[in-house]
């Protein structure tokens, strides 16, 4: 199966950036829709951003749209998500994910990578 590790959280103050990777193991990476989820303390895992398998197309939840980028390198089978104007509400583990179709919902996903924490102070 495909294992995916998270890497670029950390500890900003609000209005910065992060720049956070998934890497993919495997030969098929490509094949797949890759998208990030997060958790903030206390709340359900919600949607952030998804990618389409050539990297052509992506969505965004409305909370991060004009802030946050996902993009992808199928030639290093690593995601991003680029986060910019960063809010104390941004604070959650984040999580890419890997699945077969272009969706928002988290049990359209088949492969979890382990999280990464961002944290945002006011």
């Known amino acids: 199966q495909v294992q995916l590790v998270e890497s670029g959280g950390g500890l900003v103050q609000a209005g910065g950036s992060l720049r956070l990777s998934c890497a993919a193991s495997g030969r098929t990476f490509s094949s797949y829709v890759m998208a990030w989820f997060r958790q903030a303390p206390g709340k359900e895992r919600e949607f952030v951003a998804v990618i389409n398998r050539s990297g052509g197309s992506s969505a965004k939840a409305d909370s991060v749209k004009g802030r946050f980028t996902i993009s992808r390198d199928n030639a290093k089978n690593t995601v991003y998500l680029q986060m910019n104007s960063l809010k104390p509400e941004d604070t959650a583990v984040y999580y890419c994910?890997?699945?077969?179709?272009?969706?928002?919902?988290?049990?359209?996903?088949?492969?979890w990578g382990q999280g990464t924490q961002v944290t945002i102070s006011s």
């Open positions: 994910a890997a699945g077969p179709t272009y969706e928002s919902t988290w049990s359209f996903y088949d492969y």
